[in-house]
């Protein structure tokens, strides 16, 4: 398996290469050359191995489908040690919650559990992985990793908790200073292990994942200091993700010939970029709806063929924080599926024309058509009274208390629910995470795991610094000399 980037760069790399590496020297992302077909016989095998031995095993088979620079037996010891009930609480990994009341013959919806690891956040489920895949292939390589990455809440913390301890490994993790909630901040800033460095950027989510873009671009600075991502712009990320797509499909049904919707609560458009790959796979999905809070950059590229970012003052402060973002740097990669793999283009309008007048339209483009027709993308929006109404529904209902960007996408997919189809929505993370929503939606606190009990208190270590890439270099270049 080779894997290429979005802007057309001649080289073809393997995957351990760009595990490490994450962007590509042109600025695109990776891609594989094409993507594993699977038909109906490799369905039923994955649907066994899933029924009889459970999701490590489920992991190892689609992983292998990409990965073949690592010998096979330690890529399922690797699946092994990564997805266990200790590590995610449940020996599912990623249980199936149907929203049903007394009497109904079929739930209204479904909840695929992601929040049960370290962190709370689905960003764990890949995350735990790379951590690993980091380790090992450093170990082989006798190197050492610098990770720079970007977080709007659970990226970080997930990524951070993954890392630490971690042997040739580095973390420099920034974040939007005093927007992420309490318990995010105190999830990360109060990790005082020496390999773990967290910078809060006086701005919003998009200047730290511009920050990380410009250092990794900066091809020199990226050799010479072993610059890595942990964002989803690494497709080692991004393909974690792809494996509770058929996890979740396999427990939605009983047979191959059913298909099922997912709705994903989205801003940076890895989640369901992973339901893409899946779906390009031939798992039979029907739907994948985008769910956006009011930073609705994606709902909008849906319904008009328009991608146009948002500045800093416009990038709205929600209660869903962790979809507060108006650049979806992930997008490139459906982007240049949906143009049938022209790099030349995809550099054009993410490249210089991004960047020189802060959009792109399809709406003109007769393939634009295809996001929906082919690639099978709806989407919508969710806002604050959006959120508060739907938890307090979803828990008068249901007895389930969901988190504000789970409740994004409860609204969303109950707006796309077709008959016979069932419709999963992805969980996001733990009510504990944003307790002061759940306060004003249910009047009364979210269930605290006994381990983040008084977490707020601990003491905490970060550097506050402006949007400045020189400075963050610099910051760098000091603790890694």
């Not at 039923?44 to 031995?53: A, G, K």
């Not at 764990?124 to 977080?151: K, P, W």
């Not at 994903?264 to 039979?284: E, I, K, Q, T, W």
């Not at 009364?444 to 020189?470: C, T, Y």
């Amino acid at each position: 398996m080779r894997y290429l980037s979005t802007r057309g760069h001649a080289d073809r790399k393997q995957f351990c290469e760009i595990l490490l590496e994450g962007l590509a020297p042109d600025g695109g992302l990776y891609l594989p050359e094409s993507y594993p077909k699977l038909d109906a016989a490799a369905l039923t095998h994955l649907r066994q191995v899933w029924q009889s031995q459970g999701y490590a095993a489920l992991a190892f088979e689609v992983l292998s489908l990409y990965i073949d620079d690592i010998p096979r037996e330690d890529l399922q010891a690797l699946c092994r040690k990564t997805y266990t009930k200790e590590v995610f609480g449940t020996p599912e990994i990623v249980p199936l919650k149907p929203l049903q009341t007394a009497g109904q013959s079929q739930p209204d919806l479904y909840l695929e559990a992601l929040s049960n690891g370290p962190t709370l956040a689905f960003k764990d489920m890949a995350m735990q992985l790379l951590g690993n895949l980091f380790e090992y292939e450093l170990a082989r390589r006798g190197e050492e990793l610098n990770i720079l990455g970007a977080t709007s809440g659970d990226t970080g913390s997930a990524a951070e908790y993954a890392m630490r301890g971690k042997k040739g490994v580095r973390v420099f993790m920034t974040s939007p200073h005093g927007r992420m909630s309490p318990f995010q901040q105190a999830q990360m800033f109060s990790l005082l292990d020496e390999n773990i460095h967290n910078i809060a950027v006086e701005g919003v989510f998009d200047d730290c994942q511009d920050i990380v873009k410009a250092v990794s671009n900066d091809l020199d600075f990226k050799r010479r200091y072993k610059i890595g991502t942990v964002n989803s712009i690494n497709w080692a990320r991004l393909l974690a993700q792809v494996v509770y797509y058929f996890a979740g499909y396999f427990q939605a049904t009983t047979s191959n010939n059913q298909k099922v919707s997912f709705t994903v609560p989205s801003g940076n458009f890895g989640n369901v970029c992973a339901g893409h790959v899946a779906r390009m796979m031939g798992l039979p999905i029907d739907r994948l709806v985008v769910a956006t809070n009011e930073n609705d950059v994606l709902d909008e590229f849906f319904r008009t063929g328009i991608y146009r970012v948002r500045g800093t003052a416009d990038t709205h402060e929600t209660s869903s924080p962790s979809m507060d973002i108006s650049k979806a740097s992930n997008f490139e990669r459906f982007v240049f599926d949906l143009l049938e793999r022209d790099g030349a283009k995809v550099k054009a309008i993410f490249g210089e024309g991004l960047s020189r007048q802060g959009f792109f339209d399809l709406s003109g483009d007769a393939r634009f058509a295809k996001a929906a027709g082919f690639y099978g993308f709806e989407s919508g929006r969710s806002t604050h009274a959006d959120r508060l109404k739907t938890i307090q529904q979803v828990f008068a209902s249901y007895g389930v208390m969901i988190d504000t960007h789970t409740a994004d996408g409860v609204k969303v997919a109950k707006e796309h629910v077709k008959r016979a189809v069932p419709m999963v929505v992805l969980e996001t993370a733990l009510p504990i995470k944003f307790a002061s929503t759940i306060v004003e939606a249910l009047g009364r606190q979210p269930d605290r795991p006994a381990k983040f009990e008084g977490i707020e208190l601990l003491p905490k270590r970060v550097q506050v610094m402006p949007a400045d890439v020189d400075l963050i270099k610099t910051y760098i270049t000091q603790h890694c000399d």
